[in-house]
């Protein structure tokens, strides 16, 4: 398979990610601050893939591979947040602080997020949406190297 084939077929693997996200807030589950997050990535892959198409700068692949390895990172990131096995954004958490005066626990209430990153959604097969990104983004990645590799 060519380099410009496999780009084209990462590029569009990070354009399915995005839609799945993009039918899923359809359907009523809004994003949270790092389903957001995990978002950007595969937006830079899709334009670096474009980029790398109708330019024929097949070395872009590196950067296609990085931006999809980083959603995953950050997918690796939200699951840890979800699974409590480390704390997450401030903004996106319950701290579970009591403390302070009556004022004080009101206002961190009416500055709560509403949508937790620290609550699965959704899940399919024991794995929540921020894992199967972490899964088929590091996919995505393994593809986008061996464009970079054909292409070298």
Not at 13 to 18: F, I, K
Not at 48 to 63: D, E, F
């Amino acid at each position: 398979m060519t380099s410009r084939r496999l780009i084209l077929i990462a590029a569009a693997g990070s354009a399915a990610l995005l839609i799945g996200a993009f039918v899923f807030q359809a359907m009523g589950y809004a994003p949270c601050k790092l389903c957001i997050w995990q978002r950007w990535p595969h937006g830079a892959a899709i334009a670096i893939g474009a980029v790398a198409i109708l330019a024929s700068l097949p070395v872009l692949a590196w950067a296609g591979a990085l931006a999809a390895a980083v959603s995953g990172a950050i997918g690796i990131y939200h699951t840890g947040v979800e699974r409590l096995w480390w704390p997450g954004p401030d903004t996106c958490t319950a701290s579970g602080d009591l403390q302070g005066s009556a004022e004080d626990l009101l206002n961190q209430i009416m500055e709560a997020p509403l949508v937790r990153c620290d609550e699965v959604a959704w899940a399919f097969a024991g794995l929540s949406m921020a894992t199967w990104n972490a899964v088929l983004s590091f996919a995505l990645a393994a593809i986008w190297i061996a464009a970079a590799r054909r292409a070298a």
